[in-house]
């Protein structure tokens, strides 16, 4: 069958795997774009950006939302991936039905 890559538990273990990523991306990408304090450590602050700056905290806020988007870029990365998977398994689904 053309177009097949992997079998049915692959596939099945990439729509899991595209599921958990998007949904604990999408989460992490609006917890960061919201500035959370509790992500700080997560956030690639160095000591020039607090000290040299004017406006330190306008600083870090753009540092939080350079992050939460390329949160949001690997959360689209992970629906692609979940794509491909459910499209793997449809044709998983249909060479079981065909008679050769």
């Known amino acids: ?12 273990c990439g729509i899991v795997l595209g599921t958990w990523g ?6 992490l990408g609006i917890f ?11 956030v690639p602050v160095t000591d020039e950006d607090i000290h ?4 330190p ?8 939302n350079k992050v939460g988007y390329n ?3 690997a959360a689209a990365m992970y629906i ?3 794509a ?4 793997q398994m449809r044709l998983n689904k249909q060479k079981e039905y065909l008679v050769h």
Not at 32 to 42: C, K, Y
Request: charged letters at 15%; aromatic letters at 12%; glycine letters at 6%.
């Open 1 to 12: 069958m053309r177009g097949l890559i992997c079998g049915p538990k692959l596939a099945a």
């Open 22 to 27: 998007v949904i604990m991306l999408a989460m």
């Open 71 to 73: 949160c949001f870029i």
């Open 32 to 42: 960061f774009t919201t500035h959370s304090a509790v992500l700080i450590e997560d």
């Open 57 to 64: 905290p306008q600083r870090i806020y753009d540092l939080y």
């Open 80 to 82: 692609l991936f979940g």
């Open 52 to 55: 040299q700056d004017t406006n």
């Open 84 to 87: 491909f998977s459910c499209c």
